[in-house]
């Protein structure tokens, strides 16, 4: 056999297990074997709330300024109106992160985005990754 050949499927598993560890480069293991990353939080990618009722959001790494598309978490979203009354409330999954609403809300002014645990799980290996509380951000809608 070529020696050549053997080397490239060894090559190859290398290579991807170089890539996937880039994943986990924020991520750190405590002495219990738990992982946690506190770099992680929520973003808002699309915003058509007022016109459309749809949002878009991610679980954000800001260590690499990049959404993280294989982490998923419980989360409510909870939308005010300018005078800070709640108008709209819902719980989400997690693993849709494109919301669509029943109804455009044209009275929308700011969202809360809150994660309903104080983890994340990354879906490709099922790992808890723990943060030290529930991501949260409020967000103000574009207009």
């Known amino acids: 056999m070529n020696p050549m050949t053997q080397t490239k499927p060894i090559l190859l598993l290398s290579f991807l297990l170089l890539l996937s560890s880039f994943g986990v480069l924020a991520q750190e293991q405590d002495e219990n074997g738990k992982w946690w990353d506190n770099n992680l939080t ?9 016109e459309f009722g749809e949002l878009s959001i991610c679980v954000f790494d800001t260590s690499r300024d990049m959404c993280v598309q294989n982490l998923i978490t419980p989360f409510e979203v909870l939308i005010y109106n300018k005078e800070g009354d709640q108008i709209w409330s819902s719980l989400w999954r997690g693993n849709n992160t494109d919301l669509k609403f029943s ?4 009275d929308a002014h700011y ?11 990354n879906k490709r290996t099922g790992t808890r990754i723990h943060q030290k509380e529930p991501m949260e951000i409020k967000y103000t809608v574009r207009r």
Do not use: C, H, S, W
């Open 42 to 50: 929520f973003v808002v990618t699309k915003d058509q709330l007022l």
């Open 103 to 106: 109804k455009e809300l044209p």
């Open 111 to 121: 969202i809360i985005i809150r994660a309903k645990r104080d983890f994340v799980i």
